[in-house]
């Protein structure tokens, strides 16, 4: 059975956005959340060979930094499993950041360059082969390709009155994004507090939630797009319920 439901672009950049979602159930929304968060793969460095390190720091510390460095992930080009391998040979005195990682595939590069790794002083030297793999966030937090991902109600204002000429303002605090007269105000515009949005100066208000919809804020580390993301955790619930469909079939 399709669904019917309505997509509207609060706030849209390639790896931040916000967007509001009508016509879904509370249960149907915190499923594609935790599948942005869990169930797209992403590709990430799992095994480091040290070839020289002279710096400070342990081969375990560095293979762990070199870990968290996002690549990008190219849509339908890998599956679970797959591998790519990335190279680094940085001589002191220098910084040795993300940027210097060699990819085997022209593809998959580090999502940002200007993530330092280690400072190499004079005569120091990090050189080492790296194979990064395909898999999901939920074998590890270093494949989340959401790296903030969540949702709130849409609120809607309705205003009900004046208040009394001597009657002191009270802050009316809301977080998200609010709906009032048919426009989307992130609440980021008036501090969180009504009381400080022009149109609702003096006046009296009541703010509802509106049912059945939601505002995703969506971040992500670089592997994707946020569109890129959303689509993905999407379809990867699809798949799961042909899968589930299937099954009951048999």
């Not at 569109?227 to 799961?240: C, G, K, M, S, Y």
Request: aromatic share 6%; charged share 30%; proline share 4%.
């Amino acid at each position: 059975m399709a669904v019917d439901y309505d997509v509207e672009f609060v706030e849209r950049e390639d790896r931040n956005a916000r967007f509001l979602v009508r016509g879904v159930t509370p249960a149907f929304a915190n499923g594609v959340r935790r599948a942005m968060i869990a169930d797209v793969p992403t590709l990430a460095i799992d095994t480091v060979r040290f070839v020289e390190n002279s710096s400070v720091m342990f081969d375990e510390q560095l293979g762990l930094r070199m870990g968290m460095i996002p690549l990008t992930t190219p849509l339908g080009e890998f599956e679970l499993g797959d591998t790519v391998t990335l190279s680094i040979d940085v001589e002191g005195p220098a910084t040795a950041y993300s940027g210097d990682l060699v990819s085997s595939d022209d593809l998959v590069q580090p999502a940002d360059e200007n993530v330092p790794i280690i400072d190499l002083k004079d005569d120091q030297r990090l050189e080492a082969e790296a194979e990064a793999v395909a898999m999901s966030g939920k074998d590890h937090a270093k494949h989340q390709g959401g790296v903030a991902v969540g949702y709130r109600n849409l609120q809607r204002v309705e205003v009900v009155g004046d208040r009394g000429e001597f009657e002191d303002a009270e802050p009316q605090i809301v977080r998200g994004v609010i709906e009032h007269d048919g426009e989307l105000i992130p609440a980021e515009e008036f501090d969180n507090d009504l009381t400080q949005y022009e149109p609702f100066e003096g006046k009296e208000l009541e703010v509802h939630d509106v049912e059945n919809a939601f505002v995703f804020h969506v971040e992500t580390d670089g592997s994707f797009t946020v569109d890129e993301l959303v689509t993905q955790a999407a379809d990867t619930i699809e798949e799961r319920a042909s899968e589930l469909e299937t099954a009951v079939q048999l």
